[in-house]
């Protein structure tokens, strides 16, 4: 798929509900707030996790650097993840900090910061080791940086992270097998939970378009089970719609474009005729023969001596 393609999608909601299924064990014990604005002009955090309980530790591993108060942001696969981007972010913690209710309501020290990425950020891995920040990796898929920062960071791969625990995560790509498809959708399948299945159609919807083909390989697959394709299918459908009413749409405009270009040329074929035929009966009026009529015609409107001789017989007036 091409990056343009991918931009279009809205990929944010989709990692807001993907990781609210991730945490799905601690949910309980969590706030989750999209889009947490800064009250500076348009500065927005993309996801906001605050513990209701901030001493108590997260089950799933990539809430195991998590503090009371965790600033998440990110990146879809259009985007770059540089030192740049490590540093506004760092910002926006130092403006949420700033702006506690009470002169220092919220510590420094309860403060996290978590970067998401589908690629590995291979410059800016390179740029912490060079300039004496120390990179670890506890988990699969999971970087930790610590050094000259105010607030502890993490950045999560997320085509890194282990399949069977990040399964929600993983899936934010525009890459996705037949294989890691069909995984999902089993895994969509089996939840049970009102609220989980509402996280995950969020998080499939955008995963689908941006994995049209691989999606459409697969509804055409005779060996997929009638259920997962009762789960495709409200997306796949509408797809394939609007393809169909697109090409209809793009075959009318085609048509309609061919039609006037038609009917202009044969209008102005037409205003041909009639100005040599009126030409032919003026210059008979006043005396000329047929022969210097033809002649004249020919050189006028640069005819052939055949075609000129048509315009000459007496039929010609019905043209």
Not at 49 to 61: C, D, H, Q, V, Y
Not at 90 to 119: N, Q
Not at 280 to 291: A, C, F
Request: proline fraction near 4%; aromatic fraction near 8%.
């Amino acid at each position: 798929m091409e990056n343009r393609e991918i931009t279009k999608i809205q990929w944010h909601p989709a990692f807001a509900a993907a990781f609210c299924l991730e945490l799905a064990e601690d949910r309980d014990s969590l706030i989750f707030e999209r889009e947490h604005s800064l009250n500076i002009g348009p500065l927005e955090i993309d996801l906001l996790i605050t513990k209701k309980f901030p001493g108590r530790p997260l089950a799933n591993e990539i809430g195991q650097m998590f503090r009371g108060h965790n600033i998440l942001e990110y990146k879809d696969p259009s985007d770059s993840l540089n030192i740049d981007v490590f540093f506004k972010v760092t910002g926006y913690a130092c403006l949420y900090k700033a702006y506690g209710e009470t002169v220092d309501a919220i510590l420094e020290a309860d403060i996290t910061i978590t970067f998401i990425r589908d690629a590995k950020p291979y410059g800016l891995l390179r740029y912490f080791k060079e300039h004496g920040y120390h990179v670890s990796n506890p988990y699969s898929g999971i970087y930790y940086i610590k050094g000259n920062i105010p607030f502890p960071a993490q950045i999560l791969v997320t085509k890194e992270l282990e399949p069977g625990l990040h399964a929600w995560l993983r899936s934010l790509s525009g890459r996705l097998e037949k294989q890691e498809l069909e995984s999902l959708l089993a895994r969509i399948r089996s939840l049970k939970a009102k609220k989980d299945r509402e996280f995950a159609e969020a998080v499939l919807e955008v995963v689908l378009r941006a994995n049209m083909k691989t999606m459409e390989e697969l509804a055409g697959d005779d060996k997929m089970s009638e259920e997962l394709l009762e789960i495709i299918r409200p997306i796949v459908e509408p797809r394939i719609l609007l393809m169909r009413q697109e090409a209809l749409d793009t075959g009318l405009k085609q048509g309609i474009e061919q039609g006037v270009k038609q009917g202009i040329e044969q209008g102005v074929k037409q205003g041909i005729e009639q100005g040599i035929l009126g030409a032919v009966e003026i210059l008979r009026s006043i005396g000329h023969t047929d022969e210097t009529i033809k002649g004249m015609i020919m050189e006028k409107y640069k005819l052939s001596e055949t075609d000129a001789e048509q315009y000459l017989q007496p039929d010609t007036a019905s043209r």
